[in-house]
C-alpha cells in the first residue's frame, strides 16, 4: 500500500544550527511534493514545491532536495530560529494528473533559544 | 484581503445532531476541499470539488455531505451517522489544476 513516513519523534535543535526534516515514501510514483508549515490550532500554510525532475530547490533559508531513486525528500532550514518552531507536512502528488495531495502526518520542529 | 475563512473556531455538538461548518473564500478558486485532522494524524481528504454544483467524496466521506452552489462557498455538514466526529477541520482551496493549496484556520468540532 502506499505510505508517506515522517518522523513522529519531535526534532529539538539549538538556534543557528540547521534543521533537517525528512519525508519517506514507498508505492508512489509522485510527479513533485509539497511541504508545509502548520502552527498549533491552525491551517497548514505552503512553502516550498519540488518536481520529480529537480533534485533540489531554496527559497531563503528553507532548501528541499528530492531523491527519487532513494524515494525521500529533505527539508532543511538553515540559521534555525525559534520562530520556525512548528510541524511540517510533506504531501506528495502521484504521476497520472491528479491534483490531490496526499499529506504525511508531519514532524514538529522545536528550536531551542 | 483575500483569503479563505472557516466559522465557527470552536464548535460543540451533542450525539446525534447534524452540524454545518462554513468554509468560504474570496481567491476566485475554482478547487475547494475538506480535510479532517486528528491528533498525531495526517491530513485526510473528506471531499473535494473542482467546479460549482459538482463534488467528489475523498478518502472518507462516509456521515459527511457538501454542498457547493456558489463558487467561493463549501459548507461541510457532519451528520449524525459520522460515529467519531471529533476532530479539527480544516478547508482549503486552490485554482484548478495548480497545485498550492491556501488553508482556512480551521474548526475545531468537539461531540459532548
Known amino acids: 500500500s502506499q505510505k508517506i513516513e515522517q518522523n513522529s519523534e519531535a526534532l529539538n535543535i539549538q538556534e543557528g544550527k540547521t534543521a533537517t526534516l525528512t519525508c519517506n515514501y514507498t508505492n508512489y510514483s509522485p510527479a513533485y511534493l509539497q511541504w508545509y508549515r502548520q502552527d498549533p490550532g491552525r491551517g497548514p500554510v505552503f512553502l516550498l514545491l519540488?518536481?520529480?525532475?529537480?533534485k533540489e530547490k531554496r527559497k531563503e533559508r528553507l532548501k528541499v532536495t528530492f531523491d527519487t531513486t532513494l524515494k525521500q525528500s529533505l527539508f532543511h532550514i538553515t540559521a534555525s530560529q525559534p520562530a520556525d518552531s512548528a510541524t511540517y507536512l510533506c504531501a506528495l502528488h502521484a504521476s497520472g494528473g491528479s491534483y490531490i495531495p496526499t499529506f504525511g502526518r508531519g514532524t514538529s520542529l522545536i528550536v531551542h533559544p | 484581503d483575500g483569503g479563505i475563512t472557516q466559522s465557527p473556531k470552536y464548535l460543540f455538538r451533542k450525539e446525534g445532531q447534524n452540524v454545518t461548518l462554513s468554509c468560504e473564500q474570496n481567491?476566485?478558486?475554482?478547487?475547494m476541499y475538506w480535510y479532517r485532522q486528528d491528533p498525531g494524524q495526517g491530513l485526510r481528504l473528506i471531499y473535494y470539488?473542482?467546479?460549482?454544483?459538482?463534488?467528489q467524496k475523498g478518502d472518507i466521506a462516509e456521515g459527511y455531505s457538501v454542498s457547493r452552489e456558489k463558487k467561493e462557498s463549501f459548507p461541510l455538514t457532519v451528520t449524525s451517522a459520522q460515529k467519531n466526529p471529533t476532530a479539527f477541520y480544516l478547508c482549503?482551496?486552490?485554482?484548478?489544476?495548480?497545485?498550492?493549496?491556501?488553508f482556512g484556520p480551521g474548526t475545531r468540532l468537539t461531540v459532548l
Open positions: 519540488i518536481r520529480e525532475n529537480e
Open positions: 470539488s473542482q467546479i460549482v454544483n459538482d463534488f
Open positions: 482549503a482551496s486552490s485554482i484548478a489544476g495548480a497545485n498550492e493549496q491556501f
Open positions: 481567491l476566485n478558486h475554482d478547487a
